[in-house]
């Protein structure tokens, strides 16, 4: 069993919805949880960063973690066409390596 | 903020030649700096961990004498493929840790390595 799972898609919707991607872990010593978008032949992109439970919100996105569960979410609203990326789920427990989910496609057409 | 630079962005080598990766932080001093490659729609898989001043730390499978780091300040960070051969065509990224204190990593934006 992997650290991290992550669907890998591709997640296509409608511009506008609302995009939900997921991550389950299993190691309960993480407790930093960060999401990156990686466009094509790019490097990741740091989005959201959280510290143990509880969510956090920076304009579209939304970053949920329920340690309980071992679940994380990203949740986009009103997406557009330019977030069409892979979405890259990662977590550690401190100052450790950080653990890499598969990434999920996203594409959002116009 | 929080900038990391890597030159070149693309690079083709021939086969049994040797290609200098160098990764910068701008505007920030990196303690520490991360090598990682990533093959075609797969994640990124850590090669290994840099420290300013001290030897690099290897992830298991990798070969430290064929993938070579220095770490010789707090902005730049170098990774050589030494006598490179085709499989060793991958998509190179570095990272760097904003100082001691946090915890995330900002990433380059990537070189792509071809060998012939």
């Known amino acids: 069993q992997k650290e991290v799972e992550q669907d890998p898609g591709p997640l296509s919707v409608p511009e506008g919805a609302i995009v939900s991607l997921n991550c389950t872990y299993s190691n309960s010593a993480f407790q930093y949880f960060m999401w990156y978008r990686q466009y094509s032949r790019k490097g990741p992109e740091l989005l959201m960063y959280?510290?143990?439970?509880g969510n956090k919100e920076d304009g579209r996105f939304t970053a949920q973690v329920d340690k309980s569960s071992k679940y994380i979410s990203l949740f986009i609203r009103d997406s557009q066409p330019s977030d069409s990326a892979t979405y890259l789920c990662?977590?550690?427990?401190?100052?450790?390596?950080?653990?890499f989910g598969t990434g999920t496609r996203l594409l959002v057409s116009p | 903020g929080a900038v990391v630079s890597q030159h070149p962005s693309w690079v083709i080598c021939k086969s049994g030649t040797s290609v200098k990766i160098e990764c910068r932080s701008l505007?920030?001093?990196?303690?520490?700096m991360f090598w990682y490659r990533q093959f075609p729609k797969q994640s990124l898989m850590l090669m290994a961990t840099?420290?300013?001043?001290?030897?690099?730390?290897?992830e298991q499978g990798v070969e430290k004498d064929k993938f070579l780091i220095n770490h010789a300040s707090l902005t730049l960070s170098t990774l050589t493929v030494t006598s490179a051969h085709p499989e060793d065509s991958s998509f190179y990224i570095c990272?760097?840790?904003?100082?001691?204190?946090?915890?995330?990593?900002?990433f380059g934006p990537g070189t792509r390595l071809t060998v012939t």
């Open positions: 990662a977590m550690n427990g401190g100052f450790q390596k950080l653990v």
């Open positions: 840099s420290n300013e001043g001290s030897k690099a730390t290897y």
């Open positions: 505007d920030f001093q990196a303690t520490t």
């Open positions: 959280t510290y143990s439970s």
């Open positions: 990272s760097a840790r904003d100082g001691q204190n946090s915890y995330e990593q900002y």
